[in-house]
């Protein structure tokens, strides 16, 4: 079955879902509406929702077909009349399938059952524990293993969740990253050698040069990414509800619903300490895509998978960050070390860049991870960095509720950042 290309948009009473269906069997189509539960057939397309609020099959839902488009266009009643529908362009959340999650950590959901979660998945947990225990089970004998083999497994990526890629791959992937050694290196000696690389990258000069000949540094602090319009926009509309403005001042271009659509849907389960981590993790690589949109001034080029890598200690060095002002730290650090552009100004603008995004939501934010994702697809060392980090950023932002962006965004604005 085809996954067909789909939006969705909303009033106050009614759902309207497009799907584009071209060369359709029209005349064998089947819609079925429950709850939050949307599903349309029609082959060889078969399209399945899971919607942020409740739908009504009442009488009052309306179906029509453009056939020179191959276009449907259903409109369905809201159960709640007047309720507003989060996350309508989240479409990798959208296509999730309901239900319980798994307590593994990245796990592919590929299918589930509705009803009660906590019961159920109680009840199946117990059943779990009754079974006979199978006394068939294959043994192996037991094995002292040797000293050097006993050594301390270290974890990176997403959540701190992935572990050993680098030893089957370290040849291949080395140029992704500055940290060697990522599977046998600890999180606080992965910080010293950073730093020390970082005092010895340091060029006075180039820094001094950048500082008393800034022609070229303050066209880039005059540049406008897309993001400011959109940010303006958001504050002069003070009489919309707050989550509205985020959900419906971006949109999405073709190209990144078909990315969405081609994400295969996770569970994360993260504890307090992981979600911490995560959400620096993501203030920092935006903080360098912010960096690099101003550095090119809106046209990427080939250094630009290159600049985002090294200006983001998550993304080079696999860093554990603390608190945010360990990002703010670290971000300045690598700006006044490796870009061509190397100005203080310009950390104080990619951080009120960053602000910014965040401010206008979690919308925004996925939309700049899009674009990382598709810049690191297309450079061969970098696309690992879509598999440790941002293609889980894509999926992960979706499922997180409006006021963790706006937490992150307050938090931000109070931050510091001033020379020492």
């Known amino acids: 079955m085809i996954t067909p290309a789909f939006e969705l948009s909303q009033d106050s009473n009614f759902l309207t879902i497009t799907i584009k269906v071209p060369y359709a069997r029209v005349c064998e189509v089947d819609l079925y509406i429950d709850g939050e539960d949307f599903k349309f057939f029609a082959k060889p397309y078969f399209l399945r ?28 009643p809201k159960e709640t009349p007047g309720q507003y529908f989060e996350g309508l362009n989240m479409l990798t959340a959208l296509l999730a399938p309901s239900g319980s999650k798994s307590a593994k950590p990245l796990v592919e959901e590929l299918g589930a059952s509705s009803g009660n979660q906590t019961n159920e998945g109680t009840e199946e947990e117990e059943d779990d524990e009754d079974e006979e225990f199978d006394w068939q089970i294959e043994q192996v004998p037991f094995q002292v293993e040797p ?25 291949e992937l080395s140029e992704a990253i500055d940290l060697k050694n990522p599977d046998s290196t600890s999180p606080v000696e992965r910080t010293k050698k950073r730093l020390a690389v970082e005092e010895a990258k340091f060029d006075p000069d180039h820094y001094l040069a950048d500082f008393f000949d800034s022609g070229a540094v303050q066209e880039l602090l005059r540049y406008k990414p897309w993001w400011d319009d959109l940010y303006k926009m958001k504050k002069d509309e003070a009489d919309c509800h707050e989550h509205e403005k985020q959900e419906t001042l971006i949109s999405f271009s073709e190209g990144e619903k078909q990315q969405l659509k081609n994400f295969t849907n996770r569970s994360y389960i993260l504890d307090k300490r992981a979600c911490h981590l995560v959400l620096l993790s993501l203030v920092d690589i935006i903080l360098a895509y912010a960096y690099e949109i101003r550095n090119t001034e809106g046209e990427k080029n080939v250094e630009s998978s290159w600049n985002i890598r090294k200006l983001s200690g998550t993304l080079c060095w696999f860093e554990n960050y603390s608190c945010l002002q360990d990002v703010l730290v670290c971000f300045g650090r690598r700006v006044l070390c490796y870009p061509l552009y190397r100005h203080f100004m310009l950390v104080t603008k990619a951080v009120q860049d960053a602000n910014k995004i965040f401010h206008l939501g979690r919308a925004c934010v996925l939309k700049c991870l899009l674009d990382i994702h598709k810049i690191f697809q297309e450079c061969d060392p970098a696309y690992i960095l879509n598999d440790l980090y941002i293609t889980d950023y894509c999926i992960w932002i979706q499922k997180q509720k409006p006021k963790k962006t706006s937490i992150s965004c307050s938090i931000i604005a109070k931050c510091q950042t001033d020379k020492v």
């Open 147 to 171: 000293e050097h083999s006993l050594t301390l497994q270290c974890y990176y990526g997403f959540g701190n969740q992935r572990s050993g890629i680098f030893t089957r791959l370290q040849d």
């Open 49 to 76: 929702l899971t919607l942020p609020g409740r739908i009504v099959e009442d009488g009052r839902e309306k179906a029509s077909y453009n056939a020179d488009e191959g276009v449907f266009t259903i409109k369905i």
